[in-house]
């Protein structure tokens, strides 16, 4: 008796972003608990670097209060560019460091076995220590322009509207006030999701330095189009984990931030197509009949 089979040839169905933030997570999550001692170095190491450097501009800067009480700041000028120097001396030794982690947590979720000395050869090599203060530099730029466009700008024209509205009968200007601050609110949200989608060229950077800087941001322009929200999202769930280590004073980011470095380079890798993060669709039972016909068929081949 032949049996009816249906057309079993479905389309894989498809996953909400909900399902693929969850594996990209539990990609993470994965590579994080098979190199934890490593992941929580590396943080270690940028941690160190950063409160290392931020005490000794602290040291440099004069008390606020102290200059808030003094009746001639011009004496504070010296001080105040000493700081300025040594912050941007400070910048220029942990971009290599900064983008040398990222390259570090890129190739864990890629599934090498990179060495925690591997972030410091963009100390050592000159050509990716100029690459890394060329990408740096160039992450700046687009944070800068992109803020002024889509933050700066809202907000000299909210100051200005505030102002027009002031000029405004009272119960038109609550209106007017409460729609120009609504409008300012969804500009800032704009801004800020434009702004994170521009960190994954250093993602890309860090795993490819012999791309080059214009490359991977060319790159990250391509790949991340269409997935800006997807991003920002992506960083929102991050919120509770660092609400929490924010409770441990700042300890429990040691923890934290290599989960979150993984998480943000299994999304660079999902956006760009590698295979080892892809979403895979959901098994699907197969229908009982569909067994039955195999098995059958290979009682005929015996």
């Known amino acids: 008796m032949d049996h009816q089979t249906p057309n079993t040839q479905n389309q894989a169905p498809k996953r909400s972003w909900a ?6 997570k539990t990609a993470a999550k994965l590579r994080y608990g098979l190199n934890l001692k490593s992941c ?5 190491i940028g941690s160190v670097a950063t409160s290392l450097f931020s005490m000794i501009i602290n ?3 004069p008390d606020f209060e102290t200059m808030l009480a003094a009746e001639d700041l011009n004496a504070y000028i010296p001080q105040l560019l000493k700081g300025n120097a040594l912050s941007l001396l400070f910048g220029f030794i942990m971009a290599p460091l900064t983008i040398g982690s990222y390259g570090f947590f890129t190739k864990l979720i890629r599934g090498e076995k990179p060495v925690v000395s591997s972030i410091f050869t963009w100390l050592g090599e000159g050509k990716k220590l100029a690459t890394a203060y060329l990408g740096q530099l160039m992450y700046l730029l687009y ?3 992109w803020s002024l466009l889509l933050i700066g700008i809202p907000g000299a024209l909210y ?23 609504l409008l300012y609110i969804i500009m800032l949200v704009v801004g800020a999701a434009k702004l994170m989608t521009w960190q994954p060229a250093l993602y890309m950077l860090g795993a490819d330095p012999e791309m080059g800087v214009k490359r991977a941001f060319a790159l990250c322009r391509y790949h991340m189009h269409g997935h800006m929200w997807e991003y920002f999202l ?23 931030q290599p989960y979150m470095n993984l998480a943000n380079a299994a999304f660079v890798e999902f956006v760009r197509g590698n295979e080892v993060v892809q979403p895979q669709p959901p098994q699907m039972p197969r229908p009982p009949f569909e067994n039955q016909d195999d098995d059958s068929d290979h009682r005929e081949d015996q």
């Open 234 to 256: 992506f960083q929102l769930s991050f919120l509770g984990w660092q609400l929490l280590a924010s409770f441990t004073c700042g300890l429990g980011m040691f923890f934290v």
């Open 59 to 61: 040291l440099r800067l």
């Open 159 to 181: 100051v200005g509207a505030s102002y027009m509205v002031s000029l405004r009968p009272a119960g038109v200007e609550l209106v007017l006030y409460i729609l120009a601050s």
């Open 40 to 44: 929580i170095l590396v943080a270690l």
């Open 143 to 145: 944070l800068i322009l």
């Open 19 to 24: 399902m693929t933030r969850a594996r990209l």
